[in-house]
C-alpha cells in the first residue's frame, strides 16, 4: 500500500476570501481568472460581487451554469468559454459541483482535448467500464496548463481530490475523471461566506465528508496516519454540527465543520470507499438525489449490514463520538436524526419499484464492490436498500 500526497499546496482557514484571495493571485502571480460559481450564490447574496471587487485584476471570464451533479454539457460550455477566455486560473466558488467542473476543465485543457470523444477516453462510467485513457497518469505532462482556486461554500471535500464526478445526463449515470494534478492548488475556507449555504446542504454535505472519513476508516487500506485524520473529523463532526445546525453562520462552528472536512478527505484517492458512497452515485445519477442526502440514508443502512465484519472499528468510530457503547449505525442515524435529515429512502421520494433497478446497477459499480462486507449480488445491495427503505 502506498499514500500519495496531492498538489495542493496551501489550506486557508478562518479568512475572509475578500483578503485571502486577492493575496492568492499576487502570490502566484496569476493575471486572468475565470470565476465559476453556483447560481445560487451568484444571484442571491451580495458577497460574489463583493468578492469581484476585491481581487487586483480583471475577471477573464464567468460562469454561474454549472447545474447539481455537474452534467457534462455543463462541463463542456465552460471548457469552450475558458478555452476562449485564455483564463490562466479557475476560481471555482460554491460546491462540489462546480469544483468537479473546474477539474473536468483543467484536464481537457492539459491533454489539450478538444472533441467530446477525445474526453470520453478518460472516463470511467459507472458500470465499471473504462476508456483507454482513464487513470493512466503516465500520459500527463506534470506541467500544469492551469490551475484551481477553490473556495467552497459546502462541506463535500471535492476540493481535496484529484477526481471529478460529472453526469451522463442521456444514461443517467455518473462518469469518472483522474488527473495527478486536478486537485485546486489552494482553498480557501471562509466561514463567513460560508453561512449563507442553506442549512439542508451544509449539514447533508457534512455528512458527506463523515462517510468520507468513516467509509475510509473500515476500509481495511488505511494506515495509522490517515486513521488519526479520519477518527479527529468523526470527532469534530460530531461536537460541531449541532451548534451549526442551531445557529445558522455561527463561524466558530463553521470554522470546525470546515477543518472537519480537511481532516476527512485527507484520503480521498488513497483509500477505497465501500457502499454508502458507491450507491449513492447511483441514487444521485438516477434519482438527481444530492449526494449529502444519499450519505444522509445510505451511510447508517450500509454501517448496520457490515456490522458482522467491523470489529473494534466499529466501537472506534463511537467512541470517537462519544458514544462508545452503542452501535456505530445507531450513533451515526442518531446524528443525522437530530440535525432534521433523512435517514430513509421513503422521505427522499425514491420509488420502490426503482429498488431493484438500483440495485443492479450498484451491483456493478467499482466502489461498491470495495465494500469491507464483500457484495456479491444485487440481493446484496438489495437487503442493504431494504435497510434504508
Not at 492548488?185 to 439542508?200: I, K
Amino acid at each position: 500500500m502506498e499514500f500519495a500526497y496531492s498538489a495542493l499546496e496551501k489550506v486557508i482557514f478562518n479568512e475572509a476570501a475578500t483578503a485571502a484571495l486577492p493575496q492568492l493571485l499576487r502570490d502566484l502571480s496569476y493575471q486572468r481568472p475565470f470565476v465559476v460559481a453556483s447560481r445560487a450564490l451568484a444571484e442571491k447574496t451580495g458577497d460574489l460581487r463583493a468578492l469581484r471587487q476585491a481581487l487586483p485584476v480583471e475577471l477573464a471570464g464567468f460562469n454561474k451554469a454549472i447545474r447539481s451533479h455537474t452534467p457534462r454539457e455543463d462541463a463542456l460550455g465552460l471548457l469552450d468559454q475558458v478555452r476562449e477566455s485564455r483564463a490562466d486560473v479557475i476560481i471555482s466558488v460554491g460546491g462540489g459541483s462546480v469544483i468537479d467542473a473546474g477539474k473536468f476543465v483543467q484536464l481537457a485543457i492539459e491533454q489539450d482535448l478538444k472533441h467530446e470523444s477525445e474526453i470520453l477516453e478518460y472516463a470511467q462510467q459507472g458500470n465499471g467500464s473504462k476508456g483507454p485513457k482513464h487513470g493512466d497518469f503516465r500520459l500527463f505532462s506534470g506541467t500544469d496548463k492551469i490551475r484551481q482556486l477553490a473556495i467552497p461554500t459546502t462541506l463535500s471535500g471535492a476540493e481535496f481530490s484529484n477526481s471529478a464526478g460529472v453526469l451522463n445526463s442521456g444514461s443517467r449515470s455518473k462518469e469518472g475523471y483522474r488527473g495527478p494534478r486536478l486537485c485546486p492548488q489552494a482553498v480557501v475556507y471562509d466561514p463567513e461566506l460560508a453561512g449563507h449555504t442553506p442549512s439542508w446542504l451544509w449539514l447533508s454535505t457534512a455528512i458527506r465528508s463523515l462517510d468520507h472519513a468513516i467509509e475510509g476508516f473500515c476500509s481495511g487500506q488505511s494506515s495509522a496516519y490517515l486513521d488519526g485524520h479520519f477518527l479527529h473529523a468523526i470527532t469534530l463532526f460530531s461536537q460541531s454540527l449541532p451548534a451549526a445546525s442551531l445557529s445558522q453562520g455561527d463561524q466558530g462552528a463553521i470554522n470546525l465543520n470546515q477543518q472537519a472536512v480537511w481532516l476527512a478527505c485527507c484520503g480521498l484517492g488513497s483509500v477505497p470507499h465501500g457502499a454508502s458512497h458507491g450507491i449513492g452515485y447511483i441514487l444521485g445519477a438516477m434519482c438527481a438525489i444530492p449526494h449529502g442526502y444519499t450519505s444522509c440514508v445510505m451511510l447508517p443502512a450500509v454501517l448496520e449490514w457490515n456490522a458482522t465484519v467491523l470489529g473494534e472499528k466499529s466501537r472506534a468510530i463511537t467512541d470517537a463520538m462519544g458514544q462508545g457503547l452503542q452501535n456505530a449505525h445507531v450513533v451515526v442515524k442518531a446524528l443525522i436524526s437530530e440535525l432534521g435529515l433523512p435517514t430513509s429512502l421513503r422521505q427522499l421520494g425514491v420509488p420502490r419499484h426503482l429498488l431493484k433497478q438500483i440495485a443492479e446497477r450498484a451491483h456493478a459499480h467499482p466502489v461498491v464492490r470495495k465494500n469491507p462486507r464483500p457484495i456479491e449480488s444485487a440481493a446484496d445491495v438489495s437487503a442493504i436498500l431494504e435497510i434504508a427503505w
